[in-house]
């Protein structure tokens, strides 16, 4: 049976963005790809985002910044990265080059920064769009701060919007008391589609040391733990905007990643699943293939949000 697993992730945006497949990877789990491209085949994959990336180059927070809990991860990692410069003279090319689309992640201290990486971004060849990351838990300025309330996400989408022609996602926090509402004014300031969710807030003690286990002390929760959270988060965001929504938190089988596909989503992120098993996101996509084969499905479309009816 051939099967039709395409998304079409930026509807409204003259570019779109096209995916063959709904899997992809999630900021910040993945590199740049070109890590991962020795593992597996990673043009399979529907896109990959690659870690997030600020105007100048980061160091990232101080060690250690990664903690493993009874059914998640904590970390602290901060926004270390090469900065845009170095990405579009390094990176894009080799992207330019592969068939799976990449996305470019984004973050900054500042709404103008925000605004500055999508105009350095706009029209590099091997970039097919920016995720805007409003959402970190891990940097003390800048991030999560913009996520937390509906006026400033919209804010930041609106100076991003008008910098750049790329198909956006603005990737939103669970930090927030009211995420439908950050959905719909991000969709309403121009944004082409919403990933959610980053991580939770969280920390762990070292009691021999009698300190926090993590330099940075409180962190960013991901993983299995997350997962019932982050998909009712999308089944709560689907139900309130039009524009694409994908789903992330917790998934490391097809049968996760099918469930925030019924639950409203268009696409799904695989994260810190990778850490443990480096295919994860290519054994998700197979599995997703082999469910849709079983129960007869021809196109993925039937069975998006499949649970809410
Ligand atoms: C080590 C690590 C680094 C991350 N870095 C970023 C980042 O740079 N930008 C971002 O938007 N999200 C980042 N995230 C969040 C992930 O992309 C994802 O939203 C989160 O981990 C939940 O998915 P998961 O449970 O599948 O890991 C990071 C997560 C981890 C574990």
Same mark, same amino acid.
């Given at each position: ?291 849709? $084969?079983? $129960? ?5 479309? $039937? ?7």
């Amino acid at each position: 049976m051939s099967l039709d697993l395409s998304v079409q992730l930026a509807p409204q945006n003259k570019h779109g963005l096209l995916l063959s497949n709904p899997v992809m990877t999630a900021s910040g789990t993945f590199g740049y790809g070109t890590e991962y491209s020795q593992v597996f085949d990673i043009q399979r994959l529907g896109a990959i985002i690659c870690k997030g990336t600020t105007l100048e180059p980061r160091e990232g927070n101080p060690q250690p910044r990664l903690y493993e809990t009874a059914s998640g991860l904590l970390n602290s990692i901060g926004w270390q990265n090469i900065g845009v410069k170095a990405l579009i003279k390094e990176k894009a090319p080799i992207w330019a080059d592969w068939r799976v689309p990449v996305i470019v992640n984004i973050g900054g201290d500042t709404v103008d920064d925000y605004a500055r990486l999508a105009e350095e971004l706009d029209g590099i060849a091997g970039v097919s769009g920016i995720e805007v990351n409003i959402s970190c838990p891990n940097v003390k300025v800048g991030g999560a701060a913009f996520g937390v309330n509906p006026d400033s996400a919209a804010g930041v989408t609106a100076a991003v919007r008008a910098a750049t022609s790329l198909p956006v996602i603005v990737k939103l926090t669970p930090s927030t008391a009211d995420i439908a509402g950050v959905a719909a004014a991000v969709a309403e300031a121009g944004t082409d589609s919403v990933s959610l969710i980053n991580t939770l807030r969280g920390m762990a003690i070292d009691i021999d040391k009698r300190r926090p286990a993590i330099g940075n002390i409180i962190c960013g929760l991901s993983g299995p733990a997350i997962k019932p959270v982050a998909l009712a988060m999308v089944y709560e965001v689907a139900g309130a905007i039009n524009v694409p929504v994908i789903g992330c938190g917790g998934i490391s089988s097809a049968e996760d990643a099918l469930e925030f596909i019924m639950a409203g989503a268009s696409a799904v992120q695989v994260g810190s699943a990778t850490f443990g098993n480096p295919r994860a996101s290519l054994d998700v996509l197979e599995g997703i293939e082999r469910f849709m $084969e079983k $129960e007869g499905i021809k196109s993925l479309s $039937e069975i998006i949000g499949s649970a809410r009816q």
